[in-house]
Structures are given as C-alpha cells and as structure tokens.
C-alpha cells in the first residue's frame, strides 16, 4: 500500500501526518528524519489497528500541485 503523506517545514522542525490514517504523525529536526519516522509510525500505526482487530483503512488520499500566479 500507498500512503499519501503531507510533509510540512516548521520555524525549527519539520512535521509529517497521514490523513487517511488519523493520529499518524511525525516530528524530526530534517525533511529526512522525518521521513523515516512517519514511515516507523505508519508501520507502528497499522501493526496496532492488527493487534485490535480495528481494519486498515485504505489509502483513499490524493494531493495536486497547484500553481497560481501572485499579483
């Protein structure tokens, strides 16, 4: 599976979600820790929806690169 994750630069971190798997979310220092530590929660994520019983839910997100022009 696929997941869609949205990367974000903060002031001092960098952050990481997964919106088809809520609660799913990283923080790191680089754009490169951050995304080896939501691939970990993604796996840690989905290993506790198995361990309750709870369904995977299916990558169902999609993103779009808009340009737009600034007057």
């Not at 970990?40 to 993103?63: C, K």
């Amino acid at each position: 599976m696929r997941y869609l994750v949205v990367i974000e630069k903060g002031e001092t971190s960098w952050g990481a979600h997964v919106p088809d798997l809520p609660g799913c979310i990283a923080v790191g220092e680089s754009r490169k820790e951050v995304v080896q530590l939501i691939r970990e929660a993604i796996d840690f994520h989905i290993e506790g929806l198995r361990e309750h019983g709870e369904p995977i839910p299916p990558p169902s997100s999609e993103s779009e690169l808009i340009d737009v022009q600034l007057v």
